[in-house]
């Protein structure tokens, strides 16, 4: 079981990476990785919660490369991990949803984010 994103932008043709959605990149990160030490969808699978395995909180911490897979959804910024990133390969490719409010406020103006927001 294998997911991916590719987000590109359409004028240049580059790879749009999660680091380029906000002002503050390390700012966001902290807020991405916070979120998922907090969310049940991806701390369920742990054999003890209070205790998780720090390969598993490895592959949450406030790295760009954590956070590659990526795409606006109408409630948040839905994040995906890879198989084995931060559960057990059972769980398959965990999810979650940081809400915008907790990330609105370091959106880049004029970005592709920033153009979806508006939409909402």
């Known amino acids: 079981q294998w997911i991916d ?3 590109y932008d359409l004028e240049t043709g580059n790879l749009i990476s999660i680091s380029d959605l906000f002002t503050n ?3 966001a990160l902290t807020r991405l990785s916070a979120a998922a030490a907090k969310a049940p969808e991806i701390t369920k699978w742990w054999d003890s919660p209070t205790q998780p395995d720090p390969a598993y909180t490895a592959g949450y911490a406030p790295k760009t490369a954590n956070f590659a897979m990526w795409a606006p ?3 948040g910024l839905q994040i995906t991990f890879a ?3 931060v559960q057990a ?3 398959g490719t965990p999810s979650m949803v940081v809400p ?3 990330l609105r406020d370091l959106v880049t103006p004029n970005s592709y984010l920033a153009w979806y927001l508006a939409k909402l």
């Open 89 to 91: 390969a059972v769980a």
């Open 100 to 102: 915008w409010s907790q």
């Open 73 to 75: 959804t109408l409630t």
């Open 25 to 27: 990149a390390n700012v």
């Open 5 to 7: 994103y590719l987000n």
């Open 83 to 85: 198989a084995n990133q």
